[in-house]
């Protein structure tokens, strides 16, 4: 559905003119001739952005602003000041206005400034979507592939089947398998995961069988092992293709029995558990080589999922990096810094080989200061800008980043969609820094 924008100016020259404007650039617009209206308009309407006169008789501008701030949605504001009304339009951004315009302005201008508030509005939501999702954690990103994913998630998630879940080093396998295991009648059981990988082999039929007081020194009580625990629920044998042979054996004849015998104990112990096993390796092709027991494969691999490495979704990427910074700022208590046009592009073209592990580790550096290696070349560090000096130039920065970017960077045609001579968009270029 096209997006809806408010005008809300008492100049009805002004106001009419704007909305003519806006409206040719493919939105929908309600207008207002004063601020109480357009407020009263939300009982209704839900626009994607409100463009007001900041001097206005009654309820101006700063109050509109505040009062739509109060509102608890999300709708930014673009104001338009009069010449000389700099340092109210900047408090309106204190407010919590999303730019300012000067008039006169430039139409093309104008309307760049509308689109990118927009996309920035569009951006927000999903990154609130994105960061639901995480805590709640499902699995993440809106690719084709993802999307894919998660169907066969969800469609085996109410089978009560054994799975095996196949994937690089963090590519969400535990993450799916808690996901099959929600999304199935042993939800409301346990869930319970052995790293087949961190335990010594001497450690491992304890931890896995239990055992009873006595069984050898220093085993004073009852124990039981992890099969049991996830009796009527859902156990995980992480990195299952480090398991030793001999261990392979038993694990097979606990899935043939339904049932498990404690160390020390010569009595079953009947199991209904669904078992969920996860390798960095494929796991049939290693039975064909000799390195994993066929029959236990065959038991365990009831159906087959394998995770996707970020290389393979790069447009997920971007959003998935801005979810975990996001939360990292959160944590931490820090401003979030600009993520760039620039710094989007190289996230994309990094290769990834710790994937969402790695991602969310530079999410946190990215959010500190510490740099983020040859993925931002500089973009980390993001000084947020307090004086109105500051604020004009990280104002320029951001609408020839974005005229750049629509021009593909052509600075000729970049100079003519901002207005500028191209000398003077080459002198601002360097000024600020900008790389091409």
């Not at 995480?134 to 998630?157: F, H, M, T, Y």
């Not at 999922?305 to 944590?331: C, K, M, N, Q, Y």
């Amino acid at each position: 559905m096209t997006e809806l924008a408010f005008v809300v100016d008492d100049d009805e020259d002004h106001r009419l003119a704007a909305a003519d404007l806006i409206e040719a650039a493919g939105y929908r617009v309600m207008s207002f001739a004063g601020a109480s209206g357009a407020i009263a308009a939300l009982d209704e309407a839900d626009p994607a952005i409100v463009i007001t006169d900041l001097r206005m008789p009654g309820m101006d501008g700063l109050d509109l602003v505040s009062a739509l701030k109060e509102s608890g949605g999300d709708h930014p504001v673009i104001v338009i000041t009069g010449h000389g009304d700099v340092p109210q339009a900047v408090r309106a951004i204190r407010l919590g206005a999303e730019d300012f315009l000067e008039k006169p302005y430039n139409a093309d201008h104008f309307l760049l400034v509308i689109g990118r508030v927009i996309a920035a509005r569009a951006t927000r939501a999903e990154l609130r979507r994105v960061k639901s999702r995480i805590a709640n954690e499902e699995i993440v990103g809106d690719s084709p592939a993802i999307a894919n994913l998660r169907a066969k998630v969800s469609a085996l998630g109410p089978l009560d089947v054994n799975v095996v879940v196949t994937g690089e080093t963090g590519t969400g396998k535990e993450l799916i398998a808690r996901s099959l295991h929600a999304g199935g009648p042993r939800g409301k059981h346990g869930f319970v995961a052995l790293n087949c990988a961190a335990l010594p082999e001497s450690l491992f039929e304890i931890e896995m069988f239990g055992c009873v007081g006595g069984a050898f020194p220093g085993a004073a009580v009852d124990k039981p092992g992890k099969l049991e625990l996830a009796n009527g629920g859902t156990l995980l044998l992480d990195e299952v293709d480090m398991m030793p042979p001999a261990l392979q054996a038993k694990m097979l004849r606990v899935l043939e029995e339904n049932a498990v015998e404690r160390l020390g104990e010569n009595r079953l112990r009947p199991l209904d558990l669904r078992v969920i096993a996860t390798s960095k390796v494929n796991l049939k092709s290693m039975t064909f080589a000799g390195g994993f027991r066929a029959d236990l494969y065959y038991r365990l691999a009831g159906a087959e999922i394998e995770t996707l490495p970020l290389r393979e979704v790069p447009g997920d990427i971007p959003l998935l990096f801005a979810a975990f910074a996001s939360e990292a700022a959160r944590r931490h208590g820090r401003a979030l810094p600009e993520i760039t046009i620039g710094l989007r592009a190289r996230l994309m073209r990094r290769s990834w080989p710790g994937n969402a592990r790695e991602l969310r580790a530079l999410a946190e550096r990215f959010v500190l200061g510490l740099g983020v290696g040859d993925a931002a070349e500089g973009d980390a560090e993001v000084k947020v800008a307090e004086t109105l000096p500051e604020r004009v130039a990280a104002f320029e920065a951001r609408e020839i980043h974005a005229a750049l970017a629509q021009c593909r960077g052509h600075t000729d045609r970049a100079a003519d969609l901002l207005g500028l001579p191209r000398r003077t968009l080459n002198d601002k270029i360097k000024r600020l820094g900008i790389k091409l």
